[in-house]
Structures are given as structure tokens and as C-alpha cells.
Antibody
Framework: EVQLVESGGGLVQPGGSLRLSCAAS????????MTWVRQAPGKGLEWVAY????????HYVDSVKGRFIISRDNAKNSLYLQLNSLRAEDTAVYHC??????????WGQGALVTVSS | DIQMTQSPSSLSASVGDRVTITCRAS??????LAWYQQKPGKAPKPLIY???SLQSGVPSKFSGSGSGTEFTLTISSLQPEDFATYFC?????????FGGGTKVEI
């Protein structure tokens, strides 16, 4: 059974940093692109970042370029998102998601990041 | 960026109704479109991929159609478990983008 479990969310001040982790199981992690998708409270979905199975290709939405870093450790079956220079508008639930030919086919329950002073 | 415009943003329907949701892309995305269902407090669940292919395990009352810039999601006979929010998603070009969502209410 595919499982994606996020951790590392919490309350952080504007300008602060946070690192989200996602533990993956139930599939060959290194064979899949992985992505982070966020959802602000009561709002829609926003794609954040995307990383190829071997880590050789990465893409970001413009609003997080230069501030967020997606990475993965295939030996640990783990996906990460380093969030720097956080802003109030980054407040959201961050979902770790498996991608298969562009379809986001398995989602974690998400980690809440709250940016507030 | 490719803008995805969903309509309506919300709708009221009854059990047994046929429901259609539309998604329009601001430019041609071929068939690189997926549909997701989200219930309150839960992660989204994929329903349709490649515009019209049913994801494994999804009941056949859900169907998708379209290509290019116009797409539809149809629920043939609405059941109580189908009351949720539905999102379209394009993965033709970066940045990937989602529609604003359609909330289906009783």
C-alpha cells in the first residue's frame, strides 16, 4: 500500500525557515517524480515544486523560486521541502504527492505551515 | 502561465442528478488534464487522467471529456458520497496549475 506521511510543519515567524519531510513507502520511490502541492486555509490547490526520480530535474512555481528547495534521498525513501524567507501568504497545508505521467496519483494528508508573528 | 477556469464555482444538486463541471484552459493543453475530488479535511483523490481515462478504482459514474482548451467532468447520478469539491489540473506546461474548484452541495 502506498503511503506518504509528512512531518515538520508548525508555526514560524515571517522571514523564518522550516523543513518539511515526507516518508514514502509501498512503492519504488526512486522510480517516481514527486511533488509538493499546497492549499491555503479555505482556498484552492497550488502546485509548488516537482523533482524527478533521480533528482536530476527540478521545477518550481515562480512565487517560491529562490526561497524553497525541493530535494530527495532515495536511500531513505524521503522527500523534503526547505522553506526559507517565509511569508504570511505561504501559510497552507503542504501535501507530499506522487506523480505518475503528470497525474498526482497518491497524496499525503499534509503538514500545516503557519507563518505568523 | 496557463490559467484554468472552472465553472460553476459551486452548484446545488439532488441525489440522482446528472452533474457537469467545465474547465477551460487559457491555451491548448492537449489532453494533459486531470480531475480530483476533495472532501473536507481530506487530501484530494484522483478521478480522471488524460482528460477522459478513469483512474483505477473510481466508479464509472464519473466520466471526463474534452481536449485542447475545453474539458468537462460529468457525474451521471449523484450519490450522497459525491458531495465534495472538484478540481481540474493541467500538467502540459510548467507551472502546473489547478482550477479554482467546484463545490457540489446538496
Amino acid at each position: 500500500e502506498v503511503q506518504l506521511v509528512e512531518s515538520g510543519g508548525g508555526l514560524v515567524q515571517p522571514g523564518g525557515s522550516l523543513r518539511l519531510s515526507c516518508a514514502a513507502s509501498g512503492f519504488t520511490f526512486s522510480a517516481y517524480w514527486m511533488t509538493w502541492v499546497r492549499q491555503a486555509p479555505g482556498k484552492g490547490l497550488e502546485w509548488v515544486a516537482y523533482i524527478k526520480g533521480d533528482g536530476s530535474e527540478i521545477h518550481y512555481v515562480d512565487s517560491v523560486k529562490g526561497r524553497f528547495i525541493i530535494s530527495r534521498d532515495n536511500a531513505k525513501n524521503s522527500l523534503y521541502l526547505q522553506l526559507n524567507s517565509l511569508r504570511a501568504e505561504d501559510t497552507a497545508v503542504y501535501h507530499c504527492v506522487r506523480a505518475y505521467w503528470g497525474l498526482f496519483d497518491f497524496w499525503g494528508q499534509g503538514a500545516l505551515v503557519t507563518v505568523s508573528s | 502561465d496557463i490559467q484554468m477556469t472552472q465553472s460553476p464555482s459551486s452548484l446545488s444538486a439532488s441525489v440522482g442528478d446528472r452533474v457537469t463541471i467545465t474547465c477551460r484552459a487559457s491555451q491548448d493543453i492537449s489532453n494533459y488534464l486531470a480531475w480530483y475530488q476533495q472532501k473536507p479535511g481530506k487530501a484530494p483523490k484522483p478521478l480522471i487522467y488524460a482528460a477522459s481515462s478513469l483512474q483505477s478504482g473510481v466508479p464509472s459514474k464519473f466520466s471526463g471529456s474534452g481536449s485542447g482548451t475545453e474539458f468537462t467532468l460529468t457525474i451521471s447520478s449523484l450519490q450522497p458520497e459525491d458531495f465534495a469539491t472538484y478540481f481540474c489540473h493541467q500538467h502540459n506546461a510548467y507551472p502546473f496549475t489547478f482550477g479554482g474548484g467546484t463545490k457540489v452541495e446538496i
